[in-house]
């Protein structure tokens, strides 16, 4: 196993290039500058670098995701525009062919997502490690920096083993999500004083919160394909398609944690419409319904219901639903009115779930908002307001959905940065 180096006895204090954290922004930008011939200092708050990878993917670390760079951006939403350069220079195919010249075989699973074969993040960050030592890259661990400060051009950084001067300084220690790996996001107060605009962060890919405590029992249930939208009073904020969670306080999966960040951006209470048949129009769910009862019409609703759609609607979901359109649980399929069976279909397609909260950073995979990217010069990465200042990886206010894409961010991004360091490219 490769970890990074213990810092040396009779260190430097001088260094032409520091990076802060030592995530998966750093450790790209640390492998490029050495590779390129500088010599560069990463610095890292935890006891290993890259700990957040350890845990990306469920532990398999979705390294990127199958798509063109075009999509990459899209994904990003109108912010994504910016990243247009840092792709062309480190794109998709780039990031899974350093992986596999590093020996980590890639495989991509039926949603786009890029995985290891190996399925094991470890392998993703010993290839970074190996890549960075081999360029002769030096990380400290457990040297968090507590101070940044510009001074005559040039940077001090304070530190547990004193202060640290260079001229460069790459920040990409993270956003505040997942604090307990090292990410709390005390980078945005030295940019602020420094001179640049903090988006305002708040939790993004997190689990949301219901108070129905109807919902809380259906803990467990997934839903593999659905429609979801999202709001606030009346109105509609976004969709996503794909799979959704029930647990026991609210709702999780893919499509309400793509939503996520349109619910916590605002402190409003807010709703998920849910409709668990996407492909189906409410006339066609009806006329399923109705082709079925001759066939199971002695079953209760809720057993019709699973019966006719399969494992889009497992049968505690469709128990919940007859018990929400106020249908007696144990009355036969043909039993049931005309008014019952479009109150049923009316709920199959359009559920709304209220919202009150979500599991805040705590669980959030990433951070919406940060350094607004206006300040920033993604060519290089380098900030348009201090030279010599470079910023990369979430700390910037740009934030995707779940499928590698935050990933390939950091990485494009702590690419072009690393690049930069090396040039010495001060705009
Ligand atoms: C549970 C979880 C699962 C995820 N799964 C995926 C996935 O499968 N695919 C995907 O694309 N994205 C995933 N993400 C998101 C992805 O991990 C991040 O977007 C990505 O790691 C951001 O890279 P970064 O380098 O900017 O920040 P990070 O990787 O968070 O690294 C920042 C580093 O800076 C260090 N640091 C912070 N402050 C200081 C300081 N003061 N001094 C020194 N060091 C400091 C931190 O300790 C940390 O090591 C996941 C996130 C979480 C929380």
Not at 190 to 197: A, D, S
Not at 282 to 288: P, Y
Not at 355 to 362: A, R
């Amino acid at each position: 196993m490769i970890s990074s180096q213990p810092q040396p006895v009779g260190y430097a204090k001088k260094w032409d290039s520091v990076i802060i954290g030592a995530g998966a922004a750093g450790l790209m930008a640390g492998i490029r500058a050495n590779e390129l011939g500088a010599k560069v200092l990463l610095l890292e708050k935890g006891k290993k670098a890259g700990v957040k990878i350890l845990m990306s993917g469920g532990t398999r670390c979705n390294i990127t995701h199958h798509c063109s760079n075009r999509d990459i951006v899209k994904a990003f939403g109108k912010n994504g525009e910016c990243l247009h350069s840092a792709l062309a220079g480190f794109g998709v195919e780039d990031a899974v062919a350093f992986f596999e010249s590093e020996g980590v075989q890639t495989k991509v699973e039926s949603t786009g997502k890029v995985f290891p074969v190996s399925n094991r993040a470890s392998d993703v960050l010993q290839a970074l490690l190996r890549r960075l030592h081999r360029a002769g890259g030096t990380v400290w661990n457990e040297c968090p920096v507590t101070d940044l400060r510009s001074v005559n051009g040039r940077f001090e950084l304070n530190t547990p083993m004193g202060t640290i001067d260079t001229s460069k300084v790459l920040l990409c220690s993270g956003g505040k999500s997942f604090p307990r790996c090292g990410t709390t996001g005390e980078g945005y107060e030295w940019v602020k004083n420094l001179g640049h605009t903090i988006k305002p962060t708040s939790p993004s890919l997190v689990p949301l919160t219901t108070p129905l405590s109807w919902v809380k029992q259906l803990s467990g249930i997934t839903l593999k394909d659905t429609l979801v939208t999202a709001g606030i009073g009346s109105k509609a904020l976004g969709t996503d398609r794909g799979a959704w969670l029930f647990t026991h306080f609210g709702f999780s999966g893919p499509a309400p944690m793509n939503l996520s960040r349109l619910l916590t951006t605002s402190n409003q209470k807010g709703w998920l419409g849910l409709d668990s048949l996407p492909d189906l129009k409410s006339k066609e769910v009806e006329d399923r319904i109705l082709s079925t009862i001759p066939l199971h019409g002695k079953k209760t609703i809720a057993s019709l219901l699973s019966q006719t759609f399969g494992e889009a609607i497992p049968l505690r979901w469709a128990e919940a639903l007859v018990s929400q359109a106020t249908i007696f649980p144990l009355k036969k399929a043909l039993e049931m009115s005309r008014a019952e069976r479009q109150k049923v279909v009316e709920l199959l397609k359009g559920s709304v779930l209220l919202v009150d909260g979500s599991g805040g950073f705590e669980k959030a995979e990433v951070t919406s908002g940060g350094v607004c990217i206006k300040e920033v010069n993604f060519k290089t990465m380098e900030s348009k307001i201090v030279p010599g200042l470079f910023l990369a990886g979430e700390i910037l206010d740009l934030d995707g959905p779940i499928g590698g894409y935050n990933f390939q961010a950091a990485w494009s991004t702590g690419w072009a940065a690393g690049t930069s360091l090396a040039k010495g490219d001060l705009t």
